[in-house]
């Protein structure tokens, strides 16, 4: 069992940043496949950015590319989501997941991921 916990969400204007966080309570955190996804109002869970289970790939949504960067520190279970530019359709929750064993081609499926934080809220006005 792997517990997941977001941080560093909050409310900020277009242009701003965030440093969101997630800490994972498991030693072998670099054999998992670890992702952020989110969930605006009213709509589906979205898949942002990730990393393969072999840390060789990362992904990222069109919508965040060159705003967003994942990054992850293994030895202390981190992963973490620097977002810059901030713009309102960026408001939503924002979850951490992790799994041991999604394959490339459905790290993009919040249904492949077995683990998953209580989420954190990212508002960000006009």
């Known amino acids: 069992q792997v517990h997941l916990v977001e941080s560093g969400g909050g409310y900020v204007e277009t242009g701003d940043s965030l440093k969101l966080a997630c800490a994972a309570s498991v030693r072998t955190f670099s054999s998992y496949a670890v992702a952020w996804f989110r969930q605006p109002p009213g709509k589906e869970r979205e898949y942002v950015a990730g990393?393969?289970?072999?840390?060789?790939?990362?992904y990222y949504a069109d919508s965040v590319k060159g705003r967003f960067t994942i990054s992850r520190n293994n030895a202390e279970g981190m992963v973490y989501l620097q977002m810059n530019n901030l713009l309102p359709e960026d408001t939503a929750v924002y979850f951490c997941?992790?799994?041991?064993?999604?394959?490339?081609?459905?790290?993009?499926?919040?249904?492949?991921?077995?683990?998953w934080g209580q989420g954190t809220q990212v508002t960000v006005s006009s």
């Open positions: 990393f393969s289970r072999t840390g060789g790939y990362t």
């Open positions: 997941a992790a799994s041991r064993t999604v394959i490339l081609s459905q790290l993009r499926s919040p249904g492949s991921y077995a683990y």
